[in-house]
């Protein structure tokens, strides 16, 4: 009796795990079933020197055909990585790309890009290194000095 008590229950945990599992994928991919747009975006230098300009290029899709005339964020999370803040604003090409030109960063930062008016539309982080300008000068003040 105890044997065929333990086994049941062993039995519905198995069930109740397999049951969530499922449920877990179906709500992960419930926005690509739904067709909620997806937002790439790519630096042209994970690494730049200092008072360089950074350029982040990338695309809007839904259902796999480009967003034309999207309101787009660039946001920019500077080291030491509390909160992003945007830093540039505009709209997407008829195609669904999108260029952010000339972004000057003066440390390490993190970059995103957001759809502007929808909630959870964002491209991944990328982190951009930003290398410091270092000069040495020196000159010989004579022998003994």
Same mark, same amino acid.
């Given at each position: 009796?105890?044997?065929?008590?333990?086994?049941?229950?062993?039995?519905?945990?198995?069930?109740?795990?397999?049951?969530?599992?499922?449920? &877990?994928?179906? #709500?992960?991919?419930?926005?690509?079933?739904?067709?909620?747009? +997806?937002?790439?975006?790519? #630096?042209?230098?994970?690494?730049?020197?200092?008072?360089?300009?950074? &350029?982040?290029?990338?695309?809007?899709?839904?259902?796999?055909?480009?967003?034309?005339?999207?309101?787009?964020?660039?946001?920019?999370?500077?080291?030491?990585?509390?909160?992003?803040?945007?830093?540039?604003?505009? &709209?997407?090409?008829?195609?669904?790309?999108?260029?952010?030109?000339?972004?000057?960063?003066?440390?390490?930062?993190?970059?995103? #890009?957001?759809?502007?008016?929808?909630?959870? +539309?964002?491209?991944?982080?990328?982190?951009?290194? +930003?290398?410091? &300008?270092?000069?040495?000068?020196?000159?010989?003040?004579?022998?003994?000095?």
């Amino acid at each position: 009796m105890m044997k065929a008590r333990f086994a049941c229950a062993g039995r519905a945990r198995l069930v109740a795990l397999a049951l969530a599992l499922a449920l &877990t994928s179906a #709500v992960a991919s419930a926005p690509a079933a739904l067709g909620a747009p +997806v937002l790439s975006a790519t #630096v042209t230098l994970g690494e730049l020197p200092f008072g360089a300009g950074l &350029t982040v290029t990338g695309s809007l899709a839904d259902a796999g055909h480009g967003v034309g005339a999207a309101p787009l964020a660039l946001q920019a999370d500077p080291y030491p990585f509390r909160r992003f803040a945007t830093v540039a604003r505009l &709209t997407t090409v008829p195609d669904g790309s999108f260029s952010f030109v000339g972004i000057r960063l003066d440390r390490n930062t993190r970059v995103r #890009v957001v759809l502007e008016g929808s909630s959870g +539309v964002a491209s991944p982080q990328l982190p951009v290194m +930003v290398d410091p &300008t270092v000069a040495i000068n020196a000159r010989s003040l004579g022998p003994g000095q």
